[in-house]
């Protein structure tokens, strides 16, 4: 299996959109998202990430990601059914309730997150890192040295994270108790192990630069891809169609 | 190809110059393994002949390196690498792309190589490191020896006059380093490409390389071929480099009178020297 | 005593690492896994501390299953020495280093202190250095040292000459050495044949995931068919020693063609050549 947001060859539809396309209607599918308080709505464009994550053969890692979404986003509802008192009272507390609306609330606010995650993530799981950065540079013409800063620093977070994974295991093989005891223990055993990370994090970027720059990195323009990355039928349509989405989810809001 | 004269080189946070008055004169297609214990310098060595000193590390830079005419003091360093390619001791932080065939097409993109070239030279080079059947993998998925290949394939794409390599074998098995030295050797040969490797493995080095350079504390001690560099083998023992033992071996039977031949660089001409000692 | 009983690895979607390996390592011995990459040795030595528990199968530790215990647990009885030095150090000074396992096992104390003071002066370190500005052989030296200043009976080591020089290697390889010869057991993967024939007793040979030959070192690399089947190129001198057996047969059976090292070919040699000359001089007379 592949690592956290790390390119996954393969041939589906999404796979060969164009990236501008595929970055252009990630955004506004979140957008549409966050334009909608309407849970039905939601829910059904939460199917729709889960049924585009299916078409790629993604769906393990769009699970993987909506679990991940989902326990980050808890944090965030627990805060909103404590201070949304509406709807039937189902407990009382001290400051208000805790009502119906309430957790009507929450659960919008967490489907509304996972489902706005799961395109822009999947863009990353099927889009190889080096045609985002440069169609980007290519069509919406931005300056190669922040795309590229932009895509390395992206290309470098599976890097580290292998770095730090390895760097935990040499620790625990020396006794230090990662593998036992609860979360905080953990994050607490794992601030000394900062520096070891910290240290070869420099000399991999110090060399990564070197090694770009003695392969002509200063050279590169905004032509020099050998790649293009012309708009297909198929790209106007999945942008219209996510243009479509944000309409609805206003026009819902107003009609509503 | 290359001349180095009177070159000395002091990092800015040193103390002292990490290599020092070294001269040496690699020839046009010359095969060249350079080793020494850690610290000898020769990997500074080696950053003199692409450029990287003095234009990625800032100190003092005595006498002069000229690569094909060119000084790399006087010119810009991708001036310096459009003829030297450099392939990184790390390879995993040199890799800019997630994919084979991107990172191969990084680099000719970039020197500004012809559309209608760059699908040939990207076949080429693929070809010249026999791996042509890596080109749409991702480079998370290959095998340390596999990423050291597209690593090297990715520079050769650019044709460069001379090709300098940091320790390309160094976290390899055996078969898979002598297989990088095999296509390394080819690929000299087919292209009259100058090749300089740096390494520790001197057994390969020996087998391979036509000119030997042993660096000892900044200076180059021994530049010559393999076969005369190893007639030293208790003095290079003593300045931290160990012979191959079959050289070992012949060299200590010539100290007995029983073998008055060449230094052995490899098993096969040890064995074929024992059997006239021994017929 | 670790014994490995039928052990299946596989990580996650991706073919198996481990069909089938079989071993048993005694108290004291000093073992070599040799093979080319990705042929198991690598996951084979994760599973005896525990980073990595089998699939199926047993690894038992003194008998007990690492299934049962944590790799913090694990390590007060194996030592493991990563290929890679810095994934180890995280101090910011040489005697922090060295009594960081000591504190992370909860042995603090004076008898430690003592301990560190010994490896310190056995290594020759500067014990206010930074660990970090030191050059490589030294941190690996280091990473070493913080293992072997813990004293566990079973020491894993993962190439630990890999990216050292020979004198680095030497030294590197002679701590080893005198840790085994005070009892420790010593398990190490290693890709240099020469350390293997110097320093190992015994070899175990894996290749696609199987163990494919364990045996005597020497009787391992005396035997063609297991180099190549598991790729491997045998020392030089073992090399030599077959190659002369079988392109002069009558030298198979004599010394020269059961020599191991230098010494013991070049006596053979002198020993073959000086006979052939009495033989004539005994003949001309």
Same mark, same amino acid.
């Given at each position: 299996?592949?690592?956290?947001?790390?390119?996954?060859?393969?041939?589906?539809?999404?796979?060969?959109?164009?990236?501008?396309?595929?970055?252009?209607?990630?955004?506004?599918?979140?957008?549409?998202?966050?334009?909608?308080?309407?849970?039905?709505?939601?829910?059904?464009?939460?199917?729709?990430?889960?049924?585009?994550?299916?078409?790629?053969?993604?769906?393990? $890692?769009?699970?993987?990601?909506?679990?991940?979404?989902?326990?980050?986003?808890?944090?965030?509802?627990?805060?909103?059914?404590?201070?949304? $008192?509406?709807?039937?009272?189902?407990?009382?507390?001290?400051?208000?309730?805790?009502?119906? %609306?309430?957790?009507?609330?929450?659960?919008?606010?967490?489907?509304?997150?996972?489902?706005?995650?799961?395109?822009?993530?999947?863009?990353?799981?099927?889009?190889?890192?080096?045609?985002?950065?440069?169609?980007?540079?290519?069509?919406?013409?931005?300056?190669?040295?922040?795309?590229?800063?932009?895509?390395?620093?992206?290309?470098?977070? $599976?890097?580290?994270?292998?770095?730090?994974?390895?760097?935990? #295991?040499?620790?625990?093989?020396? %006794?230090?108790?990662?593998?036992?005891?609860?979360?905080?223990?953990?994050?607490?055993?794992?601030?000394?192990?900062?520096? $070891?990370?910290?240290?070869?994090?420099?000399?991999?970027?110090?060399?990564?630069?070197?090694?770009? #720059?003695?392969?002509?990195?200063?050279?590169?323009?905004?032509?020099?891809?050998?790649? #293009?990355?012309?708009?297909?039928?198929?790209?106007?349509?999945?942008?219209?169609?996510?243009?479509?989405?944000?309409?609805?989810?206003?026009?819902?809001?107003?009609?509503? | 190809?290359?001349?180095?004269?009177? &070159?000395?080189?002091?990092?800015?946070?040193?103390?002292?110059?990490?290599?020092?008055?070294?001269?040496?004169?690699?020839?046009?297609?010359?095969?060249?393994?350079?080793?020494?214990?850690?610290?000898?310098?020769?990997?500074?060595?080696?950053?003199?002949?692409?450029?990287?000193?003095?234009?990625?590390?800032?100190?003092? &830079?005595?006498?002069?390196?000229?690569?094909?005419?060119?000084?790399?003091?006087?010119?810009?360093?991708?001036?310096?690498?459009?003829?030297?390619?450099?392939?990184?001791?790390?390879?995993?932080?040199? &890799?800019?792309?997630?994919?084979?065939?991107?990172?191969?097409?990084?680099?000719?993109?970039? &020197?500004?190589?012809?559309?209608?070239?760059?699908?040939?030279?990207?076949?080429?080079?693929?070809?010249?490191?026999?791996?042509?059947?890596?080109?749409?993998?991702?480079?998370?998925?290959?095998?340390?020896?596999?990423?050291?290949?597209?690593?090297?394939?990715?520079?050769?794409?650019?044709?460069?006059?001379?090709?300098?390599?940091?320790?390309?074998?160094?976290?390899?098995?055996?078969?898979?380093?002598?297989?990088?030295?095999?296509?390394?050797?080819?690929?000299?040969?087919?292209?009259?490409?100058?090749?300089?490797?740096?390494?520790?493995?001197?057994?390969?080095?020996?087998?391979?390389?036509?000119?030997?350079?042993?660096?000892?504390?900044?200076?180059?001690?021994?530049?010559?071929?393999?076969?005369?560099?190893?007639?030293?083998?208790?003095?290079?023992?003593?300045?931290?480099?160990?012979?191959?033992?079959?050289?070992?071996?012949?060299?200590?039977?010539?100290?007995?009178?029983?073998?008055?031949?060449?230094?052995?660089?490899?098993?096969?001409?040890?064995?074929?020297?024992?059997?006239?000692?021994?017929? | 005593?670790?014994?490995?009983?039928?052990?299946?690895?596989?990580?996650?979607?991706?073919?198996?690492?481990?069909?089938?390996?079989?071993?048993?390592?005694?108290?004291?011995?000093?073992?070599?896994?040799?093979?080319?990459?990705?042929?198991?040795?690598?996951?084979?030595?994760?599973?005896?501390?525990?980073?990595?528990?089998?699939?199926?199968?047993?690894?038992?530790?003194?008998?007990?299953?690492?299934?049962?215990?944590?790799?913090?647990?694990?390590?007060?009885?194996?030592?493991?020495?990563?290929?890679?030095?810095?994934?180890?150090?995280?101090?910011?000074?040489?005697?922090?280093?060295?009594?960081?396992?000591?504190?992370?096992?909860?042995?603090?104390?004076?008898?430690?202190?003592?301990?560190?003071?010994?490896?310190?002066?056995?290594?020759?370190?500067?014990?206010?250095?930074?660990?970090?500005?030191?050059?490589?052989?030294?941190?690996?030296?280091?990473?070493?040292?913080?293992?072997?200043?813990?004293?566990?009976?079973?020491?894993?080591?993962?190439?630990?000459?890999?990216?050292?020089?020979?004198?680095?290697?030497?030294?590197?390889?002679?701590?080893?050495?005198?840790?085994?010869?005070?009892?420790?057991?010593?398990?190490?993967?290693?890709?240099?044949?020469?350390?293997?024939?110097?320093?190992?007793?015994?070899?175990?040979?894996?290749?696609?995931?199987?163990?494919?030959?364990?045996?005597?070192?020497?009787?391992?690399?005396?035997?063609?068919?297991?180099?190549?089947?598991?790729?491997?190129?045998?020392?030089?001198?073992?090399?030599?020693?077959?190659?002369?057996?079988?392109?002069?047969?009558?030298?198979?059976?004599?010394?020269?063609?059961?020599?191991?090292?230098?010494?013991?070919?070049?006596?053979?040699?002198?020993?073959?050549?000086?006979?052939?000359?009495?033989?004539?001089?005994?003949?001309?007379?």
């Amino acid at each position: 299996m592949s690592a956290f947001l790390e390119y996954v060859p393969g041939t589906s539809p999404l796979h060969r959109m164009n990236p501008v396309a595929k970055l252009a209607a990630a955004a506004l599918f979140a957008v549409a998202c966050f334009c909608s308080s309407n849970l039905v709505f939601l829910a059904v464009l939460l199917a729709c990430g889960f049924a585009l994550a299916a078409t790629c053969g993604m769906l393990r $890692p769009a699970v993987g990601l909506a679990k991940a979404v989902f326990a980050f986003s808890l944090i965030l509802t627990l805060v909103q059914i404590l201070t949304t $008192p509406t709807g039937a009272v189902l407990v009382a507390l001290p400051w208000g309730y805790i009502g119906t %609306g309430s957790l009507l609330a929450a659960l919008t606010t967490v489907v509304r997150l996972v489902a706005a995650a799961i395109p822009l993530f999947l863009v990353f799981y099927v889009t190889k890192m080096n045609d985002i950065t440069n169609a980007v540079v290519k069509v919406l013409h931005v300056p190669y040295k922040y795309a590229f800063t932009f895509t390395s620093t992206i290309h470098f977070i $599976p890097l580290f994270m292998n770095d730090m994974k390895g760097i935990m #295991e040499a620790q625990t093989a020396r %006794g230090v108790e990662f593998d036992a005891g609860g979360i905080v223990r953990k994050v607490r055993l794992m601030v000394p192990l900062c520096v $070891p990370l910290l240290v070869s994090s420099v000399r991999k970027t110090n060399s990564a630069a070197i090694a770009a #720059e003695v392969r002509g990195f200063n050279l590169r323009t905004a032509s020099s891809g050998y790649k #293009e990355y012309p708009f297909a039928a198929f790209d106007v349509a999945a942008m219209a169609a996510a243009v479509a989405l944000v309409v609805c989810a206003v026009a819902l809001g107003i009609v509503l | 190809m290359i001349e180095i004269s009177n &070159f000395s080189f002091q990092y800015r946070e040193g103390a002292t110059p990490v290599v020092q008055g070294i001269d040496l004169a690699i020839p046009d297609g010359a095969f060249v393994g350079i080793t020494g214990a850690a610290g000898s310098g020769k990997s500074t060595l080696t950053y003199a002949l692409n450029g990287i000193i003095p234009h990625c590390y800032p100190g003092d &830079f005595y006498g002069s390196v000229v690569v094909d005419g060119l000084d790399t003091c006087d010119v810009a360093l991708t001036d310096v690498s459009r003829l030297v390619g450099s392939v990184c001791q790390d390879v995993d932080s040199q &890799f800019v792309t997630s994919v084979v065939e991107d990172e191969m097409l990084y680099g000719l993109e970039n &020197f500004g190589v012809p559309r209608d070239e760059i699908e040939g030279r990207l076949e080429q080079a693929l070809d010249d490191m026999g791996i042509a059947d890596l080109r749409d993998r991702t480079i998370t998925s290959l095998s340390g020896g596999q990423k050291q290949k597209v690593a090297i394939a990715s520079i050769l794409a650019l044709n460069p006059r001379v090709l300098v390599l940091d320790e390309p074998t160094a976290e390899l098995d055996p078969a898979s380093s002598r297989s990088v030295f095999d296509l390394l050797a080819r690929y000299a040969r087919e292209h009259g490409a100058t090749v300089v490797v740096v390494e520790q493995k001197i057994a390969l080095l020996s087998q391979y390389a036509d000119m030997l350079v042993i660096v000892d504390e900044g200076r180059i001690r021994f530049a010559d071929a393999p076969a005369k560099v190893l007639e030293h083998s208790g003095e290079l023992e003593r300045i931290g480099v160990n012979c191959p033992r079959s050289t070992t071996l012949m060299n200590r039977l010539r100290a007995e009178g029983l073998y008055q031949g060449p230094s052995v660089r490899n098993v096969r001409e040890a064995r074929e020297a024992l059997e006239e000692v021994l017929a | 005593m670790i014994e490995f009983k039928d052990v299946h690895v596989s990580y996650e979607a991706s073919a198996p690492i481990l069909k089938g390996v079989n071993f048993a390592i005694r108290d004291g011995e000093f073992v070599a896994f040799v093979g080319t990459n990705g042929a198991g040795k690598s996951t084979t030595m994760r599973l005896m501390n525990g980073l990595l528990k089998p699939d199926a199968g047993q690894v038992l530790i003194d008998g007990v299953s690492t299934a049962e215990l944590r790799t913090s647990e694990l390590a007060r009885r194996v030592g493991f020495l990563f290929q890679n030095p810095d994934r180890q150090i995280c101090c910011t000074t040489v005697r922090e280093e060295l009594l960081f396992g000591f504190r992370a096992l909860g042995q603090a104390g004076a008898e430690a202190d003592a301990r560190v003071d010994a490896i310190i002066e056995e290594f020759g370190f500067d014990p206010d250095d930074d660990p970090f500005l030191l050059n490589r052989g030294a941190r690996q030296l280091l990473a070493l040292a913080s293992i072997v200043v813990l004293a566990p009976p079973v020491v894993v080591l993962d190439e630990p000459t890999t990216g050292l020089d020979y004198r680095e290697c030497e030294k590197v390889m002679a701590i080893i050495r005198r840790i085994h010869e005070q009892g420790a057991t010593v398990i190490m993967v290693c890709h240099d044949m020469e350390v293997v024939a110097d320093y190992a007793t015994r070899c175990i040979v894996m290749s696609d995931g199987r163990v494919v030959d364990d045996a005597p070192t020497f009787e391992v690399l005396r035997n063609r068919d297991t180099l190549e089947r598991a790729s491997l190129v045998p020392p030089q001198i073992v090399d030599l020693s077959l190659e002369l057996g079988r392109a002069i047969p009558r030298l198979a059976d004599a010394p020269v063609g059961s020599a191991n090292t230098v010494d013991e070919m070049l006596a053979a040699v002198v020993e073959e050549a000086r006979g052939a000359q009495d033989e004539e001089r005994s003949v001309s007379a």
